[in-house]
């Protein structure tokens, strides 16, 4: 089975940090775009950054710009979002996915396998 395996999340103090991990299992990532995405309650789900196979190519809200970083590590075979300066309307279920294209895109269409999700919670 194809699978995108997610942990990391948690309930976090505003101005805290958090790193999520997405691991794939079953197939490798190297050659995939990978996209982190999150759902709040009440809110339609919203791209919040990718990265291309090669890695050279990144892509982030505008609200998370400067805040947040993607990055992979081919021989873990596992991509993470680095979350720091959190805030509470970062609060969201968040969830990893990749596609088989070749650059970076918030089209939630595009991504072929997505992980289970994790929660992040961030309390004033």
């Known amino acids: 089975q194809l699978q995108l395996v997610e942990s990391g999340g948690d309930t976090v103090q505003s101005g805290g940090s958090l790193r999520l991990s997405c691991a794939a299992v079953g197939f490798t990532l190297d050659l995939y775009t990978v996209g982190w995405f999150r759902q709040a309650p009440g809110k339609e789900r919203e791209g919040v950054s990718c990265?291309?196979?090669?890695?050279?190519?990144?892509t982030y809200v505008g609200s998370v710009d400067g805040r947040f970083t993607i990055s992979r590590d081919y021989a873990k075979n596992t991509v993470y979002l680095q979350m720091n300066l959190l805030k509470p309307e970062d609060t969201a279920g968040y969830y990893c996915?990749?596609?088989?294209?070749?650059?970076?895109?918030?089209?939630?269409?595009?991504?072929?396998?997505w992980s289970q999700g994790t929660q992040v919670t961030v309390f004033s």
């Open positions: 990265i291309s196979g090669s890695g050279g190519t990144t």
């Open positions: 996915a990749a596609s088989s294209g070749s650059s970076c895109t918030f089209i939630g269409s595009e991504y072929g396998f």
